[in-house]
């Protein structure tokens, strides 16, 4: 069950990313007292240095809806209703893992609400934290409207898929389709949201002449298109079980990519295949039209020719808002049995090229969970679910290895995914009848690798892929888990400012100069002042949109040795030697996971290309 499975609605609006970006350089992590000028630096500040890192939802309304039984909802009050966010507590935010690794950034604190003209919520509900994934350059050019260079990420689109949890459900007599909603909903008490983005203003690229240019309007928004439906305990949060269509052409940096990644779904019972493009069709420009090719969704048959399904689909902005890009296909007998055993695929109408489709064995893999923060000593599970044709695929080998190749940015960057000691993981597990399998992860101490750099822990990937997977087999760049692991931290006995918590604290001061005009986490008095209420947001839950750091990058000693000083806070003495020398002398600790490290490396397939994050950095 998911947002594909019905009943479900759609939603279309903006959405605000204020991210900041003092942040994206290592370099700037060493604690420099860094003044105004240097803030419209480029190569300091860069696009966005004041960015409060609120994550919102503006101007969405629900845009269609399905029922259960796939029919289209007409003359529902459901359908005059808006998305919102909280209105009783600050935004969400949202938050990279790392400076190495940008491409999993995550929305902590989201409230969704189903809000009527009348101001009342439908429905209120906690957004579980998920991290976006399937990045890529949707708008194949800049268009006519920007004046200069767009910053390369306006080009971009993204998807993020998680589940809505303590559903509080108002007034829904009215509507029959969200009583629909809400009895699907069922026991498990969850919904599944997915939404997509593209059309980001992250302003202009700095001109030729160090000319910082003002950006455009409607700086940090986005537009956003989305659907909320059913979900299930027993299913994954994060993702779909499903059908995976992957892109048929093989991605690079140079050419335009004319199709996405896809799932689809059939549902045997209504005879049905619904498939989800909404993150898979191009954008012609940016905030521009979204690419009008006619295509057609089908299956390859036994001698691999393509045999259509349902009608062609011409896609336009409208229909991509009513849709969110999701197509429902009533099916014949005879095709519901041709697709359980046949590979889908997407082509342009009348033409022999495929664009996307299915491996011819129909299997795919992926993690649900897929990023953790972890201290030393900490364990962490994720389940891995492995399908064919859709079907749990049972007792199927899953080989685990460190895959790297995402992580990190130029090339002065600091070293990742050392030492490979510090993460301790089994190289394989087998699906059960279910086709899914747990996979323990154990974290120890790093040491400080970055600490020439002066940043805490180390980054690591993990990918997962079906043992005896050939080169034709299902393979998304993004299905990989990513891992920061903390160096260890001794928390100290008495702590004082001056040798324990000013090291900690002032980075944040310099990495986030928004805060600056109300607190300066580097100065002791300014710290004094705002005591309690650095405390009171140190000590909420991280899932909080309030919680300090709002970047969650602090390590659970250190955070504790903070709270610790906060009780007694003693100025004490400047240390002899800096933080930042002891931090790069020391060594890495040896692995104490009780997971064997597996191999180094994921191996490289012969011709791969470069994994998109090495050219994607923020």
Same mark, same amino acid.
């Given at each position: 069950m998911s947002y594909l499975t019905g009943p479900r609605l759609n939603f279309t609006g903006k959405f605000i990313a204020d991210?900041?970006?003092?942040?994206?350089?290592?370099?700037?992590?060493?604690?420099?007292?860094?003044?105004?000028?240097?803030?419209?630096?480029?190569?300091?500040?860069?696009?966005?240095?004041?960015?409060?890192?609120?994550?919102?939802?503006?101007?969405? @309304? =629900?845009?269609?809806? &399905?029922? +259960? *039984? %796939?029919? $289209?909802?007409?003359?529902?009050?459901?359908?005059?209703?808006?998305?919102?966010?909280?209105?009783?507590?600050?935004?969400?935010k949202m938050v990279d893992l790392?400076?190495?690794?940008?491409?999993?950034?995550?929305?902590?604190? @989201? =409230?969704?609400?189903? &809000?009527? +003209? *009348? %101001?009342? $919520?439908?429905?209120?509900?906690?957004?579980?934290?998920?991290?976006?994934?399937?990045?890529?350059?949707?708008?194949?050019t800049p268009g006519s409207l920007p004046q200069h260079k767009l910053h390369p990420a306006c080009l971009y689109g993204a998807a993020w898929q998680s589940v809505l949890t303590d559903l509080a459900w108002g007034d829904v007599a009215g509507s029959p389709f969200l009583q629909d909603l809400q009895a699907a909903a069922g026991k498990d008490g969850l919904l599944s949201i997915?939404?997509?983005?593209?059309?980001?203003?992250?302003?202009?690229?700095?001109?030729?002449?160090?000319?910082?240019?003002?950006?455009?309007?409607?700086?940090?928004?986005?537009?956003?298109?989305?659907?909320?439906?059913?979900?299930?305990?027993?299913?994954p949060r994060f993702f779909t079980l499903g059908r995976k269509l992957q892109p048929s052409e093989t991605q690079s940096q140079s050419a335009p990519t004319l199709f996405y990644y896809a799932t689809a779904v059939v549902n045997e019972g209504r005879k049905a295949l619904t498939i989800d493009l909404g993150n898979s069709i191009p954008f012609k420009e940016w905030r521009g039209d979204i690419v009008g090719e006619t295509l057609e969704v089908g299956y390859l048959d036994p001698a691999g020719a393509f045999q259509p399904l349902g009608e062609a689909i011409t896609p336009d902005n409208g229909w991509y808002r009513r849709t969110a890009g999701i197509v429902d296909i009533a099916l014949t007998e005879a095709q519901l049995a041709a697709v359980g055993t046949s590979p889908l695929a997407v082509r342009k109408a009348g033409a022999d090229r495929l664009?996307?489709?299915?491996?011819?064995?129909?299997?795919?893999?992926?993690?649900?969970?897929?990023?953790?923060?972890?201290?030393?000593?900490?364990?962490?599970?994720t389940t891995v679910w492995a399908t064919a044709f859709g079907k749990p695929l049972a007792d199927a080998e899953v080989a685990l290895a460190f895959d790297n190749s995402s992580l990190g940015g130029d090339k002065d960057d600091p070293p990742v995914g050392i030492p490979a000691g510090a993460l301790g993981f089994p190289p394989s597990v087998k699906t059960d009848t279910a086709g899914k399998a747990t996979v323990r992860f154990a974290a120890s101490d790093p040491g400080h690798p970055r600490g020439m750099d002066d940043i805490d822990g180390q980054v690591y990937g993990v990918r997962p892929t079906l043992s005896g997977a050939g080169t034709e087999a299902y393979s998304n760049p993004w299905d990989f888990i990513s891992f920061l692991v903390w160096s260890g931290y001794e928390i100290p006995e008495e702590p004082t400012w001056e040798a324990d918590i000013q090291p900690i604290l002032a980075q944040y001061a310099a990495l986030y100069p928004v805060m600056l005009p109300?607190?300066?986490?580097?100065?002791?008095?300014?710290?004094?002042?705002?005591?309690?209420?650095?405390?009171?947001?140190?000590?909420?839950?991280?899932?909080n949109p309030n919680y300090m750091p709002a970047v969650r990058d602090?390590?659970?000693?250190?955070?504790?040795?903070?709270?610790?000083?906060?009780?007694?806070?003693?100025?004490?003495?400047?240390?002899?030697?800096?933080?930042?020398?002891?931090?790069?002398?020391?060594?890495?600790?040896?692995?104490?996971?009780?997971?064997?490290?597996?191999?180094?490396?994921?191996?490289?397939?012969e011709g791969a290309v470069p994994h998109p994050a090495t050219y994607l950095k923020k």
């Open positions: 991210v900041s970006t003092v942040n994206n350089f290592p370099a700037n992590f060493d604690r420099t007292n860094y003044t105004a000028a240097d803030y419209a630096n480029w190569a300091i500040g860069y696009w966005n240095p004041y960015g409060t890192g609120v994550w919102r939802l503006t101007d969405c @309304l =629900v845009t269609g809806a &399905v029922r +259960g *039984d %796939g029919s $289209a909802v007409t003359g529902d009050p459901v359908l005059s209703m808006a998305l919102a966010d909280a209105d009783d507590q600050p935004p969400a790392d400076s190495e690794q940008q491409m999993v950034s995550a929305i902590w604190g @989201l =409230v969704v609400r189903l &809000v009527g +003209g *009348d %101001g009342k $919520a439908a429905l209120r509900s906690n957004f579980a934290v998920a991290s976006f994934t399937d990045l890529w350059k949707r708008s194949l997915k939404f997509n983005v593209v059309g980001y203003n992250a302003g202009y690229w700095i001109g030729d002449d160090g000319t910082r240019y003002p950006p455009p309007p409607d700086f940090t928004m986005g537009l956003i298109t989305g659907s909320i439906g059913v979900a299930s305990k027993d299913e664009l996307g489709q299915e491996p011819a064995d129909g299997k795919a893999l992926r993690a649900d969970q897929f990023v953790y923060r972890m201290a030393p000593g900490d364990s962490a599970e109300v607190l300066n986490m580097g100065d002791y008095d300014s710290v004094r002042k705002h005591l309690y209420a650095l405390q009171t947001a140190m000590s909420l839950p991280e899932e602090l390590s659970p000693n250190k955070k504790a040795a903070v709270l610790k000083w906060a009780v007694n806070p003693v100025r004490g003495a400047v240390p002899s030697q800096p933080a930042t020398a002891q931090a790069a002398t020391a060594q890495a600790a040896p692995a104490t996971g009780t997971m064997p490290p597996p191999a180094a490396q994921a191996p490289v397939a």
